[in-house]
C-alpha cells in the first residue's frame, strides 16, 4: 500500500516562499506520475502542478512562473517550490501519486493521496 506523507506547510505572508515535500512509500512500481493538488475553503480541489517519470510537467495558469514541481527519485520525495505566494494561494495542499508513464492532472486519475499540508497566505 503505496503512503504519502506532505509537509512545509505553514503561514507566511504575501511575497514569501515555502516548499512543500511529500514523502511517499510502500509502492513497488518503478513508473508513476505525482502532483500536488490544493482546496480552497468552499471551492473544488484543483491540479497546481505535476511530473511524469520522464520529468515533464505542467502547471495551472494561477502558479506559473512562480511554483516548481521537482522529485527526486532516489529519495522517493516530491518537492513543490511556491515563490511569491499570494492570498489566493492559501489552502489544504495535497500530493497524489499514481503508477503509469503518462502526465496526468484530473483528481480522479490519482489512486493514492496524501492527509495534505495547510498552506496559509496573509496580507
Known amino acids: 500500500q503505496v503512503q504519502l506523507a506532505e509537509s512545509g506547510g505553514g503561514s507566511v505572508q504575501a511575497g514569501g516562499s515555502l516548499r512543500l515535500s511529500c514523502a511517499a512509500s510502500?509502492?513497488?512500481?518503478?513508473?508513476?506520475?505525482s502532483a500536488w493538488f490544493r482546496q480552497a475553503p468552499g471551492k473544488e480541489r484543483e491540479v497546481v502542478a505535476a511530473?511524469?517519470?520522464?520529468?515533464?510537467?505542467l502547471y495551472a495558469d494561477s502558479v506559473k512562473g512562480r511554483f516548481s514541481i521537482s522529485k527526486d527519485d532516489a529519495k522517493d520525495i516530491l518537492y513543490l517550490q511556491m515563490n511569491n505566494l499570494k492570498p489566493e494561494d492559501t489552502a489544504m495542499y495535497y500530493c497524489?501519486?499514481?503508477?503509469?508513464?503518462?502526465?496526468?492532472?484530473?483528481?480522479?486519475?490519482?489512486?493514492?493521496w496524501g492527509q495534505g499540508t495547510q498552506v496559509t497566505v496573509s496580507l
Open positions: 510502500g509502492y513497488t512500481y518503478s513508473l508513476y506520475c
Open positions: 497524489a501519486w499514481d503508477p503509469g508513464r503518462r502526465l496526468k492532472e484530473r483528481e480522479e486519475e490519482f489512486k493514492y
Open positions: 511530473i511524469d517519470p520522464n520529468g515533464r510537467t
